[in-house]
């Protein structure tokens, strides 16, 4: 049987400056779905949807937006996903963490509305925002009969050992729920491409919409190509991902040629980590 995974990215835009409205619409969002793709398995949202916030207008400070996580939230959210019976990526939401320290946290729920996945986004945009970095690796999770999904949060995807670590872990899709509303967004459409390429697996980058940048949301297949590249408004990105593909391109080789992730698991000269040492020692890169 094929490993096939019917996936909707969500293009919205959130209720400005009111998390509880958002948090409304989204409700409404899933029943839409639920309604319009009943063979869909799961929905993506894009990262701090569910906040209210906005890049340019902070209408709540971003550590007053913060909630516990799991918690009240999380337990609506998870019922939601439970009433659906599908499997929803509800982008990230800032996260209450100790001493005053806050996270931007991806979360992902199961169709039996169990929180599956929290990742606090490793690389926050310094010096834009101003949320705690996150200490643990960016997590894969399995969705039984289908195959392996890994989860990074927008500029996460500008460090390839974040989507090369994910890839290290088995996964076939990146789910990268994203916010970003600058003209950076040209290059992140690239980075989308290229972190399929070099780790033969899916990306989905899912962005927010706003009425000032945004969207242009894309999909990439593990070869490169673009599955779907949005507009700046409101859109829905329904895909059907075909993951023996990732299998295949694995196996094979990009084109049948380059087989690059297979060589650096096993062939990977001992002098390519180096500079990753260098690093971990904190010595400043030389300008």
Known sequence: MPRLLHVVGVQARSAEGDPEATVDRFEREVRTLRGSFPEAQLYLFPELWLTGDHPFR?????????VPVPGPLTERLGKVAERAERWICAGSIYERGRGGAFYNTALVF????????????????????????????????????VGRLGVMICYDGWFPEVARGLALQGAEVILHPTLTSTPDREEELVLARANAIVN??????????????????????????????????????????????VTTVREHGTR???????QFVEDSPKAVFEPYRVASRRRPIQT
């Open 58 to 66: 902070h209408h709540i400070p971003e550590n007053e937006l913060a």
């Open 110 to 145: 199961s169709p039996d509305g169990e929180l599956v996945v929290t990742y606090r986004k490793l690389y926050p945009w310094m010096p834009f925002e101003h949320s705690t970095p996150g200490s643990k690796p960016a997590p894969v999770f399995d969705i039984p009969g």
């Open 200 to 245: 033969q697996c899916y990306v989905l980058n899912v962005n927010g919409a706003l009425e000032l940048g945004g969207g242009r949301s894309i999909g990439v297949d593990p070869e490169g190509h673009v599955l779907f590249e949005g507009g700046t408004g409101e859109e829905y990105f329904t895909e059907v991902l075909d993951l023996d593909r």
């Open 256 to 262: 049948g040629l380059n087989r690059m992730l297979r």
